[in-house]
């Protein structure tokens, strides 16, 4: 693989000056070759342009995916959704007490389980998921400008694919 950039280097050492930078960067060569290690540092990029992107809606990415989880699903629980977003249960009810105090979310007790709690989304909500979900769109487009139409496909699919690998059950 090709030596590590100036800019890949000033992204994951932590800030530095362009001229430290370009003075000595450092060899992330087998870094490079960890899919873990590139898939943290693509998430983190990814995450910091998805808040200048989402900005105008003070909108993070877990406030995104509640609403779209919440939005095509016809019943989904806080428990439901904990799992998914692979978030410690505490943690998303707050989040989902303040969208529920911001008029975009709804609580219920399931009829199925009344030990669980289901969520709706308001017609607010509804109008504020499908209002990201069109941004999402033009943010999805920019982020993946550096593949070819194909090869984005490409992307996506391999990148289904070992999600769900890795989601499947292990022995330990």
Known sequence: MDKPTNE??????GPRSAQQAKTRPLDL???RQTPGFMIRILQLEVFDRFYRFFK??????????????V???????????????????????KILTRMEQEGTLKRKRSSRDRRAVELSLTAAGHKR???????????????????????????????????EEHLKPRDP
């Open 29 to 31: 060569t087998a870094l």
């Open 129 to 163: 998921a499908d209002e990201a979900d069109q941004l999402n769109q033009a943010f999805n487009k920019q982020t993946l400008a550096a593949l070819a139409k194909q090869e984005r496909v490409l992307f996506m699919q391999l990148l289904t694919r070992l999600v």
């Open 71 to 93: 939005r095509d699903n016809k019943t989904v629980t806080q428990s439901e959704l904990a799992a998914v977003l692979k978030m410690q249960l505490p943690n998303l009810v």
């Open 56 to 69: 105008p809606m003070g909108m993070s990415p877990v406030d995104y995916a509640i609403l779209l989880i």
């Open 8 to 13: 890949m280097h000033e992204r994951v050492s």
